[in-house]
């Protein structure tokens, strides 16, 4: 008996072409949301990156009507920030100023002893504006039954959903037609498009948008608003479809599609709203113009007698409503930035460099992380050691699979992909302490695994009684003793750095060709100005963090290496640098190092404000006097930092210790929070600076650097990164609600991968309250665009910004503060809108 099955639609009919279109606006309307990493990888990424497009105030206010959220700070919060000293108030009354038109426009009279200014000044710094942030509504039922499927569907540790291996859509829509809470909302006929909804997602898609009568001119406003629905989900879709590795979703397929129409279904069957998303409060331009004159103790006939240009001045500082007095604020923010650091790189850049009079003690080139500015600055102090900043993946575009893992680890910016895969093996003459240590690690991983399984299972309570007892202890141990349980637990399981490395060699065939290392090697020098006349010691610093009990630990680590400690990158290319025949590779292109530098990998504990230098068995006799300064060094250096810190803490150094190891604690450091400028220069120019852990620093020498491509490689690559972790943590800030992760204390963790607040609902996106906000509520990170410092002629910058359109975007369109000084006069010029404005310090 033959089967006769209906034959696809050409693509050139009326129903290939509209099916076409619909993948095609779907295609744009996924880029609403921008991709959630899983925890253990957690990479910042701008929200609103799929608006950059846009001007950053247009990027703003669509992105507020889509989601629902803020476009700024509350004023209370701004005002605080500005009581504080954070915000200059000079730079705030300049903003202010052209605000309103410049000079003449805010100062023309508009009655007795009143401008515009005052209007304006009073309205940022005096009248009363609301101090209560109105809470975020509730998912709707619809949307809080399908996140509760997600959830089970996408689950890495519970047994699989029955037909999870058919797809998000296949597998949800026939389980969302058996579910009664669901079919109880449904209103009318609506049942009967649940009951037999077609098999492919765009056929439903398409049947809804028709059966809502949805314009075809407002079709791509409607799927965007799909994903708005549920955005968090929605970005770890996002995720899965664009950067996950095909073995992390075979087990449970989905697309960007699957999902919009799981929305589109739950919606439609109980009549909600797509566009839910509540808009900001209506602004009453008539009872701020009431209340402004009140302030000014004017009568409303005392204004009824002003010109027609005095009134209309009245009511466009009336007619501001707080997001755009907010963004008054963030400017001038950003300002301060510009005004307290541009004169002194302008006057660091006008003096004359000095010669060296004499070779460092040591080199150490670390990440350009923020976090290794204090870090940098208390090292230099130590004597005479000078520091490199340089992206903490070190150049090197690898995966590494680790030997604990069955999992390749990817160890470079998600802008890339890897070009070589690495092994993780034991180091000479330590194969039997590795093989011990990974035994004890692998054992304590099973059995936490077990534990894990079994008591969210039916055997909950059993296991309850089995090892309760034992879960107490440790967990009074991990409360009073925190560092001593610390210290204990790693003595048992011992420390895998100390007998495993990774291999770019091996055997049989390099992981990495020979050409290549030479090739990764030279980029370094070339990119950070190191000099091929290197210290006897040079030491390429990655950095981690050190947490117990937290979800967000890999926000923690290194971005540059996707969200893991940059150690295993840094061992890499210290090993490449001690080859004998990459060595001899550089000379041959004209870098010929020093016979006597040996270069050593580190990593730099970001919580604890410790330095770990790797490999230490591999340093030549000659050496070991060098190493035991630089030891001596780093650790009065890692002193001094670690109580800088607690200092901006408001804690003892000794408390912070404590947090790194205690199972408790909601804020073991500040990660990047501060994050302000990223500056492409040489050392010289900020070594007299202490930038409070604001600042990316990147080493670069323009003077070096012919034909532009070391400057073009940093402002396409770590900039762009950078650019990433400042929107992340400016949105995390504006709306924590929204683009944040809310409160740590209430999260739970869901399928291993995400959080949620509560119970379930929507997968929280961004950073947690507690990585930007003190204790009291007050903002400790204060929300601001990038300004990126390059020191560098302006003819180079324009050329390499008008070559690469991403870049061309994220200054045309407002992203970054693009201030570049100029070599041969030292003036600071500010990009804006397509022009310099010359001495904006």
């Known amino acids: 008996m033959s089967t006769i099955t209906a034959a696809a639609p050409s693509p050139f009919s009326s129903i290939g072409l509209a ?39 247009s990027a703003l206010e669509q992105a507020a009507r889509l989601f629902g959220a803020r476009t700024s700070l509350p004023l209370a919060q701004w005002r605080a920030l ?78 699989p959903l029955a037909g999870r291996s058919f797809g998000l859509w296949r597998c949800l829509s026939g389980l969302l037609r058996n579910d009664t809470a669901l079919r109880a909302l449904a209103t009318g006929d609506r049942l009967a498009l649940l009951d037999a909804a077609p098999a492919d997602p765009f056929d439903l898609l398409a049947e809804v948008l028709d059966a809502q009568a949805v314009p075809p001119v407002r079709r791509l406003d409607q799927l965007r608003a799909l994903f708005t629905r549920l955005p968090g989900w929605s970005a770890h879709v996002r995720w899965r479809t664009d950067h996950a590795e095909p073995a992390q979703t075979a087990k449970a397929p989905a697309t960007m599609a699957d999902l919009a129409a799981l929305v589109a279904l739950a919606s439609h069957v109980a009549g909600e709203d797509v566009a839910v998303a509540t808009p900001a409060p209506a602004h009453d331009g008539e009872a701020v113009t009431q209340a402004l004159l009140a302030h000014f103790q004017l009568s409303p006939d005392a204004a009824a007698q002003w010109s027609d240009e005095a009134r209309s001045r009245l009511a466009l500082v009336a007619g501001l409503d707080e997001g755009r007095l907010g963004l008054l604020f963030q400017q001038a923010a950003e ?57 903490g993946f070190f150049g090197l575009p690898v995966a590494i699979q680790p030997i604990l893992s069955a999992a390749p680890r990817k160890q470079l910016p998600v802008l890339l992909s890897p070009a070589h895969h690495v092994c993780e093996a034991p180091l ?91 090739r990764y090697a030279r980029s370094m020098f070339a990119l950070t100005g190191l000099p091929a006349r290197a210290a006897r010691l040079v030491v390429l610093v990655g950095h981690g963090g050190h947490t117990t009990n937290n979800a967000f630990a890999a926000s923690l680590d290194c971005g540059a290496c996707g969200g893991h400690p940059g150690g295993p990158n840094a061992r890499l290319m210290a090993g490449m640098l001690n080859d004998p025949a990459v060595r001899e590779g550089l000379a041959e292109q004209g870098l010929a190092l020093s016979p006597d530098t040996v270069f050593l990998a580190a990593q730099h504990d970001t919580t604890r404000d410790a330095v770990t230098v790797f490999d230490r068995h591999m340093v030549p006799a000659s050496h070991r006097e060098d190493l035991a300064r630089l030891d001596e060094a780093l650790a009065i250096a890692g002193h001094k930092a670690l109580a800088e810190r607690a200092q901006r803490h408001d804690r003892a150094p000794d ?12 804020r073991p450091e500040w990660g990047l929070s501060g ?101 009291d509520g007050t903002p400790y990170h204060v929300p601001r665009r990038l300004t990126v410092f390059v020191q560098s002629p302006l003819r180079r910058v324009e050329e390499i910004v008008f070559a690469h359109d991403g870049l061309s975007q994220l200054v045309e369109n407002g992203w970054i ?7 041969w006069k030292h003036r600071a010029h500010h990009w804006q809108r397509a022009r310099w404005v010359p001495r904006v310090c």
């Open 19 to 57: 099916r076409a279109g619909l993948e095609a606006q779907l295609a744009l309307a996924a880029q609403t949301v921008a991709p959630l990493w899983p925890l253990d990888s957690a990479i910042a990424v701008n929200p609103l990156s799929g608006f950059e497009d846009l001007p950053f105030e």
């Open 82 to 159: 500005l009581a504080e000293g954070r915000i200059d108030e000079v730079a705030l009354r300049k903003t202010a100023v052209a605000a309103l038109g410049g000079l003449d426009q805010a100062f023309a009279q508009l009655g007795p002893d009143l401008n515009a200014y005052d209007l304006l000044l009073a309205r940022l710094t005096t009248l009363p504006v609301a101090t209560d942030v109105a809470p975020r509504p509730p998912l709707s039922p619809a949307m809080a039954i399908l996140a509760r499927w997600l959830a089970v569907f996408f689950d890495r540790a519970a047994p």
């Open 335 to 391: 300002a301060s930035v510009i005004a307290q650091t541009g004169p002194a790189l302008e006057r660091a850049s006008r003096a004359a460099a000095t010669p060296a009079s004499a070779r460092p003690d040591a080199q150490l080139v670390f990440c350009i992380d923020v976090r290794s500015e204090p870090m940098r600055r208390a090292i230099e102090a130590q004597g005479a050691f000078e520091t490199f900043g340089y992206a």
């Open 428 to 518: 000479p003459g330590r194969t039997a302490q590795a093989d011990s240590i990974v035994a004890r690690r692998a054992c304590a991983h099973d059995a936490q695994s077990m534990l894990d399984a079994t008591k969210s299972g039916a055997t909950g309570f059993a296991t309850a009684e089995a090892v309760g007892p034992l879960a107490a202890v440790a967990l009074l141990a991990r409360t009073l003793a925190p560092r001593l349980s610390d210290r204990l637990a790693r003595m048992v399981l011992g420390e895998p750095d100390e007998v495993l490395a990774p291999h770019a060699s091996n055997d049989d065939e390099p992981s990495i060709p020979l050409a290549d290392k030479v």
């Open 655 to 666: 408390d912070l210790l404590t947090g790194a190891a205690h199972w408790g604690e909601v």
């Open 675 to 775: 994050n302000a400028a990223f500056i492409v220069g040489p050392r010289r120019l900020t070594a007299a600076l202490d930038l409070e852990g604001g600042a990316f620093l990147h080493s670069y020498d323009w003077e070096q650097d012919k034909d532009g491509s070391a400057l073009t490689a940093i402002l396409t690559a770590p900039m762009v990164v950078a650019q990433w972790i400042n929107c992340q943590y400016l949105f995390s800030t504006i709306d924590n609600a929204v683009f944040g992760a809310g409160d740590k204390i209430t999260q739970n963790v869901v399928g291993g991968f995400g959080v949620v607040q509560g119970a379930g609902g929507d997968l929280c996106t961004g950073l947690p309250r507690q990585s930007l906000f003190r204790d």
């Open 817 to 823: 503060n693009l201030v570049v000084i100029d070599p």
